[in-house]
C-alpha cells in the first residue's frame, strides 16, 4: 500500500503510458471543470443523498485513472450515508463495511490519503483486498473528508486496473477532496436543518393532542400536570410507542366514550 498525506505522495508507482505535457493539460481541465460543477452545486435543489452522488462523480472525472467513485458521509445520530457513481463501486463498498476492513475506514480513521497499486495483493487490508481483486478492482485511492479537526467522511476512488493511479492522480485527488469537503459540511448542515425543522413542525403538531390527553388523565384521577405527564411518559416507555401516538389513543377513547353515552341517551 503506498500511503500519502496532503500534497505529498511519497512512494510513487510508474506512471502508466501516455503520460506527459499533453495528458497533465487534460487532467488539469478535468479538474477544473469539475470544480466548477461542484461549485454549482450550492445552488442545485437536490437531496443529501443525490448531491453526495454528485461529488462522487465529480471525482471520478477529476483524478485520472478513475472507473468509479464512493463517498461516506459519516453522521452522528443516525446511519451512514453511503453513495457511489457506478455500480460495481457499491458491491466493493459493501464488501469494506460488511467485513469492516478497507481504503476508507483507515482514511477517516487516521485522517490521512490511502493509495493501493494492488488491492490483491495489498497487506494493509488482507481479508478486503483479495475479495475485491476478484471482482476486478485493483487500485483506490481513498480520501478524508476534513472540515477543520472533524472528519466528515471519505472518498474512495476505484479502478479496474493495476497501478492506475500515479502520483499526479492522487495530487489531484487531494485538490478535490477540499473543496468537496466543503460541499460535504455545507449539505450535511442543511440536511440537519431541515431534519431539525421536520421534528420541530411534528412536535408541534402533536403537541395539542398531548395536552389533551394531559387534562383527560388529570380529569380522570385529579392528578397534577406533572404527575399526568409522568403517566403518559410511562404509558409511552410500557407500550413501547411515541407519546404523541398514546396521547392520541387516549383522546380517541375518550371521544368513543362520550359517543357512546350521547347515544345511550
Known amino acids: 500500500m503506498t500511503q500519502t498525506g496532503p ?28 470544480l466548477a460543477d461542484l461549485s454549482r452545486l450550492a445552488t442545485a435543489r437536490l437531496d443529501l443523498r443525490d448531491l453526495l452522488t454528485h461529488v462522487a462523480g465529480f471525482a471520478v472525472r477529476a483524478i485520472p485513472g478513475a472507473d468509479g467513485a464512493g ?8 446511519a451512514d ?11 466493493v463498498d459493501a464488501i469494506q463495511y460488511g467485513i469492516g476492513e478497507g481504503p476508507c475506514i483507515t482514511a477517516a480513521a487516521e485522517r490521512r490519503t490511502v493509495h493501493s497499486a494492488s488491492l490483491d495483493k495489498d497487506p494493509a487490508w488482507p481479508r478486503f483486498g483479495p475479495q475485491v481483486g476478484r471482482l476486478g478492482v485493483h487500485s483506490v485511492v481513498s480520501l478524508p473528508l ?25 495530487e489531484l485527488g487531494e485538490l478535490f477532496a477540499v473543496p468537496a469537503a466543503i460541499s460535504v459540511q455545507n449539505a450535511q448542515a442543511l440536511a440537519q436543518a431541515q431534519r431539525l425543522a421536520a421534528q420541530l413542525q411534528s412536535a ?24 399526568a405527564f409522568d403517566r403518559l411518559r410511562v404509558m409511552s416507555q410500557t407500550q413501547n410507542r411515541k407519546a404523541s401516538v398514546v396521547a392520541q389513543q387516549l383522546l380517541d377513547e375518550a371521544v368513543a366514550r362520550a359517543r357512546a353515552r350521547h347515544s345511550a341517551d
Open 146 to 170: 476534513l472540515a477543520g479537526d472533524s472528519v466528515l467522511g471519505a472518498m474512495n476512488v476505484y479502478a479496474r486496473a493495476e497501478n492506475a493511479f500515479d502520483p499526479r492522480a492522487v
Open 81 to 91: 450515508t453511503i453513495v457511489a457513481s457506478a455500480e460495481f463501486v457499491r458491491e
Open 7 to 34: 500534497g505529498s505522495p511519497e512512494h510513487g508507482d510508474t506512471p502508466p503510458p501516455g503520460s506527459g505535457t499533453g495528458r497533465s493539460v487534460a487532467d488539469d481541465e478535468d479538474l477544473r471543470e469539475s
Open 71 to 78: 463517498l461516506t458521509l459519516l453522521e452522528n445520530d443516525r
Open 204 to 227: 408541534l403538531t402533536h403537541r395539542a393532542s398531548i395536552d389533551q390527553a394531559l387534562g383527560i388523565l388529570m380529569s380522570r384521577s385529579g392528578c397534577t400536570p406533572a404527575e
